[in-house]
């Protein structure tokens, strides 16, 4: 069965960090291009970071020199090392499979930034 499965959200203070974890199966991994989304509550769902399968790596304004995307094709997993959070991170976050005529989704994760 195809399924995307994250770990690594919670509750963490004001410049705190957290790794966020993404677990792939039953899903083509090394070769394609993985990727980090995430929603916060009333807004749209957006784009955090993308990994191609060489490692190039993309991301959005609000996190750039805050998180890293990394993966390990061995372990089929891609990670996102949160840095120096934000209250404006707060969101649940999703991993991102896009496949030839599929999207895969995971079921999100939450993370929280408060004091």
């Known amino acids: 069965q195809a399924q995307l499965v994250e770990s690594g959200g919670g509750l963490v203070q004001p410049g705190g960090s957290l790794r966020l974890s993404c677990a792939s199966s039953?899903?083509?991994?090394?070769?394609?291009?993985m990727g980090w989304h995430r929603q916060a509550p009333g807004k749209q769902r957006e784009l955090v970071a993308r990994?191609?399968?060489?490692?190039?790596?993309t991301y959005a304004d609000s996190v750039k020199g805050r998180f890293t995307i990394s993966r390990d094709n061995a372990k089929k997993t891609v990670y996102l090392q949160m840095n120096n959070l934000e209250p404006e991170d707060t969101a649940v976050y999703y991993c991102?499979?896009?496949?030839?005529?599929?999207?895969?989704w995971g079921q999100g994760t939450q993370v929280t930034v408060s004091s």
């Open positions: 990994i191609s399968s060489g490692g190039y790596t």
């Open positions: 991102n499979a896009p496949r030839p005529g599929y999207d895969f």
């Open positions: 039953g899903i083509m991994f090394s070769g394609y291009l």
